[in-house]
């Protein structure tokens, strides 16, 4: 068997995955950036807007309780490219229901069919992203996360252009349907079809229904889940509200809005190409106490400060805060490959429940209070989670192939016996 250890064997992997990261969020972009548009056309109230968002939060819900289980059966490669595919499909839906049918129901069924694959294809990624990251001996996580907010950057900035030129939503979303299906078939080629332990090339073996459960009962794990909450609450409340807390409580037109979004995914992805190198100097606490310090500041200034340079200096923190919370998390949660699908799992699906009750909970605070006062919640959040960084230090006996979290001490290889996560694109044995 050839091993996934090999030099050119893992630049392709972790490249491909680089890929499927970079597709994953200009996919986000797509329906995220149009948002303020949606509403228009649907005559929508701001409270409908949280409920039609909640699509996308259930949908992801149900993924990602299925994610691990679902990986196990098919295995990454093989998940990654259906979900890009129902992914599209999703799109195509939210597309015709907005521009063509004008059916909020619709919208809304689009929105949970994205929420699914997207959560599924999100948990699979994660898991190859910690696994090439331990056959490489680097901290890339944040650096992965970075492509994804590369995807929104390149998606929120292509919308933004859309929404000044008047192009509807269906074509929008059906061009950018064209890429995912295209990037579905391409990209995850060169991930594994069988995952190996780095250091011995035997296949990872199968990990049982009982034991990927018995995770939830975890400490280190759950804590874990609560930095992914509180970040991922940071992050999502910006993909769902900052444009159209801008225009609503600000006055801005739709379209500088969606500038202001897009600065925000600027701004986290520069935070999380920064954050590898950190995370390698400083170790994982110190830098989640750092970011989440920033986020919470730069927030507090797009509520409480009225003026639009002070707001966009906060945006700008409030991105770079907010880039590094979850691909930690992500990374921390797969420290033991043993069950690291099921981790990344638990993790991602404690952190999705952000996106599950925040977008209707900030919709209904908002319409009494308005948008950006709503958001003093996710301020609590992110209080909670940077107090919850120390959990991401790895347990006793594992040590990871990144930095020695909490010390900065920097490992530059693979330690013995480390081993990629369970994600192969066929089912394991």
Not at 34 to 53: A, F
Not at 196 to 205: I, N, Q, W
Not at 322 to 344: C, E, I, Q, T, Y
């Amino acid at each position: 068997m050839t091993t996934t250890s090999r030099p050119t064997h893992a630049i392709a992997w972790r490249n491909a995955v680089f890929a499927v990261f970079a597709l994953n969020g200009l996919g986000a972009a797509t329906w995220a950036i149009r948002i303020p548009s949606i509403r228009d056309q649907l005559e929508l109230p701001v409270s409908w807007v949280g409920y039609l968002i909640l699509g996308v939060s259930i949908g992801s819900i149900v993924g990602l309780v299925l994610a691990s289980h679902v990986i196990q059966w098919l295995g990454g490669r093989r998940s990654i490219a259906i979900m890009l595919v129902l992914c599209a499909v999703a799109l195509l839906v939210i597309g015709v229901g907005t521009s063509v049918l004008g059916s909020f129901a619709l919208v809304v069924v689009g929105m949970a069919l994205y929420g699914f694959g997207s959560a599924i294809c999100d948990v699979a990624m994660n898991v190859e992203g910690a696994a090439v990251e331990k056959v490489i001996g680097k901290t890339i996580m944040p650096l992965l996360h970075a492509s994804w907010s590369a995807g929104m950057v390149i998606g929120t900035s292509v919308g933004t252009l859309l929404v000044f030129q008047h192009v509807s939503v269906g074509l929008h979303a059906a061009g950018m349907a064209v890429l995912l299906v295209l990037g579905a078939f391409l990209a995850p080629r060169a991930i594994p079809r069988v995952a190996t332990h780095a250091d011995t090339g035997e296949e990872v073996a199968h990990v049982s229904f009982r034991d990927r459960m018995s995770i939830w009962l975890e400490p280190r794990t759950l804590a874990i889940g609560l930095i992914a909450l509180g970040m991922a609450f940071t992050e999502g409340s910006a993909n769902d509200w900052l444009a159209l807390g801008m225009v609503d409580d600000r006055g801005l037109a739709n379209g500088e809005g969606a500038a202001l979004f897009t600065l925000f995914t600027a701004a986290m992805m520069v935070g999380r190409i920064a954050g590898g190198p950190l995370i390698d100097r400083f170790g994982r606490v110190p830098v989640l106490w750092a970011t989440g310090a920033s986020a919470a500041l730069g927030l507090a200034l797009v509520i409480f400060v009225p003026i639009i340079p002070v707001a966009v200096a906060g945006i700008v923190l409030w991105g770079l805060g907010a880039s590094l919370g979850f691909p930690v998390a992500m990374s921390a949660a797969a420290d033991d490959p043993v069950r690291a699908a099921a981790r990344v799992s638990a993790v991602a699906t404690v952190g999705y429940c952000a996106f599950l009750v925040g977008p209707p909970l900030i919709g209904v605070v908002g319409e009494h209070i308005g948008i950006l006062n709503a958001l003093i919640i996710v301020f609590v959040l992110i209080v909670l989670a940077t107090f919850a960084a120390p959990a991401a230090r790895p347990p006793r006996g594992i040590r990871p192939a990144t930095a020695d979290a909490g010390t900065g001490t920097a490992t530059d290889a693979p330690a013995a016996g480390a081993a990629s996560g369970p994600s192969a694109s066929e089912p394991m044995s």
